[in-house]
């Protein structure tokens, strides 16, 4: 982590835990917002007006928070509107890392090796985790917001005409049902397996797992004969939700041990992370070599490095007769 400016402490999975051993996770620290007139939003300081190719996007694609922001970038057709560079997948000792691992790309616009070195450039005096989603000003050379739900609001509807306004991500009518729905889901399930992986406690471990293990049974429940979990359409929600399922299997169930069941013993779920999945353009937001690699090489939950060969992608997202053996590391 940095601290007061200066690369201070390597990185650690667990950046702070309370005294029964539950990982608790920063508070986002940049929250200025883009708004179609530059006027200051919710939170934050004014100045950052929508506009095209002013604002970057910086993501690691092992990373469910930095990978919504992603989808709702393509879905909103907002890829000509924010550049995006993606880092490599590895949690190194400076934690997140520019390059050329296949599907990363060096930074384009400073040349610097380190994602840190863009947080002490937005504030040379800044203490805390380096994490990503990261969204950047071209203009005043500086984070905007390291939030990915505001990120994801703002693509929804700060870039007006400059995105396809005919996807509402987050309709009027549905806002108190998608609000409900992320919180259910938030702390038991997105962070919830988080919080299984990172505990340091077989009290954190246990209590972690079972609402993870209840929010599938909430999920799966809520699926039953309808296609998505909030009204007739894709949501904010579902959003959330997908990133998490779509690790599951690949990442979590293994090195986080939320191994009570698959995504395949929900039935409901694995057809909708299916179809999800389907939707133009979600494809290209997920990558499965990423994803393993990445949360595979976190020192202290897998020491040795190695990378498991499964499971079986066809078990995750293609129909068993469509690809009869597909293995995840298959990039
Ligand atoms: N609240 C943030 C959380 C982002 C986050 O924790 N990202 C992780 C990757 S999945 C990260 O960058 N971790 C690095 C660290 O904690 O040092 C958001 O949703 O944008």
Not at 230 to 257: N, Q, S
Request: hydrophobic share 40%; proline share 5%; charged share 20%.
């Amino acid at each position: 982590m940095l601290i007061n400016g200066k690369w201070a402490k390597d990185f650690q999975p667990v950046q702070d835990e309370d005294e029964q051993g539950r990982f608790l996770r920063q508070t986002s620290r940049f929250r200025s917002w883009i708004t179609l007139d530059g006027a200051a939003g919710p939170t934050g300081t004014d100045g950052f007006a929508a506009a095209t190719e002013r604002y970057h996007l910086y993501v690691a694609l092992i990373c469910p928070w930095a990978s919504r922001t992603l989808m709702a970038r393509k879905l909103k057709k907002l890829e000509r509107v924010v550049s995006v560079t993606v880092v490599e997948p590895f949690l190194y000792d400076q934690c997140w890392r520019f390059g050329n691992y296949p599907g990363s790309q060096p930074d384009p616009l400073y040349g610097y090796e380190w994602v840190h070195q863009l947080y002490t450039r937005a504030d040379p005096h800044y203490t805390g985790q380096v994490t990503v989603p990261v969204l950047w000003d071209k203009k005043t050379h500086s984070i905007v917001n390291n939030e990915s739900a505001d990120i994801v609001r703002m693509f929804n509807s700060a870039f007006g005409p400059l995105a396809d306004e005919c996807v509402d991500l987050y309709p009027e009518v549905l806002r108190d049902e998608i609000d409900w729905v992320n919180e259910r889901l938030y702390q038991s399930f997105n962070n919830g397996v988080y919080q299984a992986g990172f505990a340091t406690s077989q009290f954190a471990y246990e209590e972690a797992l079972t609402r993870v293990f209840d929010s599938l049974a909430f999920l799966e429940h809520s699926l039953t004969g309808r296609n998505f979990l909030v009204g007739d359409r894709l949501t904010e929600a579902d959003i959330r939700a997908f990133v998490t399922l779509i690790r599951f299997d690949v990442a979590y169930h293994g090195l986080f041990k939320t191994n009570l069941a698959h995504i395949r013993d929900y039935p409901h779920v694995q057809d909708y992370m299916r179809r999800i999945y389907a939707i133009p353009g979600v494809s290209e937001t997920v990558n499965f070599d990423h994803i393993k690699q990445g949360y595979y090489s976190i020192k202290a939950l897998n020491p040795t490095g190695i990378v498991p060969k499964g499971p079986r992608l066809n078990h995750i997202i293609i129909p068993a007769h469509e690809s009869p053996d597909t293995w995840a590391m298959a990039k």
